[in-house]
């Protein structure tokens, strides 16, 4: 498999950066003072109590500092933060939640997706590689209402595990479509199956990981966001039972919840996925 994105670490932590600035950065503006001197302060504290525990050396500190530089360098702080502190942001966001178990977002989301309707293939290259998948599925709210209307964006890697729009090659929009779901609620899309893939590891991320010992996988998965006026938009991820990075997932993403049961077809697999959202708070 050809997943390890080297020629492409850099541009690619580059693109997540600038959109992630373009897209979201206005809405961190208005934290309440207390608020951000309660957290970095603690933040610190943790960090000095692991310099304590462990007796951090002067080599040790620097080696840190020279990551950090190049995690900024190499644009791989969405990288950083979404693999290895989004899951705990995404538990405590939902913890209230009765509907659909969520997931991490991930640093490869493009809103506006070309919309497919309610049922329809996203947009793929002409003889896509990867197994052909048919997904049916509804949106219904917590008391039972079928949502009509509803949003359903759906992202994913290719079979080379390999995102449009962050990896070079590849058109604009393959394997990202918007469906809207019929007056039932009901939605049916068709893709292909996506590959497990290793997050890019010719960058600063890549050097903690391989300095660690650890690994760098993911397990395959289909991205999504589904969204209903008056309703708390759902970000998941679906997986694929079998996956062996299903248990060790480098990003911690995995839920029990969020596994598909593909069954085989005449061309390729169906799967059933359904989603209930909660009302909106
Ligand atoms: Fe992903």
Redesign the pocket.
């Known amino acids: 498999m050809t997943a390890t994105h080297s020629p492409t670490a850099a541009a690619s932590g580059a693109n997540a950066t600038e959109r992630f600035k373009s897209d979201k950065l206005a809405g961190v503006a208005g934290t309440p003072k207390e608020r951000v001197s309660l957290l970095a302060r603690e933040v610190l504290e943790a960090v000095h109590a692991t310099i304590r525990k462990h007796k951090v050396t002067y080599d040790e500190y620097n080696a840190l500092k020279s990551w950090l530089i190049s995690v900024g360098e190499d644009g791989e702080w969405p990288l950083f933060l979404d693999v290895w502190v989004e899951h705990v942001v995404e538990e405590v966001a939902t913890e209230h939640r009765k509907g659909n178990k969520g997931t991490i977002e ?1 640093p ?1 989301y493009v809103p506006d997706a070309p919309e497919q309707g309610a049922r329809g293939s996203v947009p793929t290259r002409e003889n896509e590689p990867g197994t052909a998948l048919t997904w049916t599925g509804q949106v219904t709210s917590t008391t039972g209402e079928a949502l009509g209307g509803a949003k359903v964006e759906l992202w ?2 290719d079979a080379d595990g390999l ?1 449009s729009q962050f990896a070079p090659g590849i058109p604009e929009w393959n394997l990202r479509g918007t469906f809207t779901t019929d007056e039932e609620g009901r939605f049916e899309i068709r893709t292909v199956r ?1 590959a497990p ?1 290793q997050i890019p590891t010719d960058g600063a991320c890549g050097k903690l990981i391989a300095a660690a010992g650890w690994h760098a996988w ?1 397990p395959a ?1 289909l ?1 999504v966001k589904v969204s209903a006026p008056g309703h708390e938009l759902l970000t998941a ?1 679906l997986y694929f039972p079998g996956d062996e990075h299903n248990d060790d997932d480098i990003a911690s993403a995995v839920k029990p919840e969020l596994l598909l049961d593909p069954k085989p077809a005449e061309n390729g697999e169906t799967v059933e996925y359904s989603f209930v959202l909660d009302p909106a708070l």
Do not use: D
Request: hydrophobic letters at 10%.
């Open positions: 991930g490869y994913h890697a995102y996506p893939y993911r998965h991205h991820q």
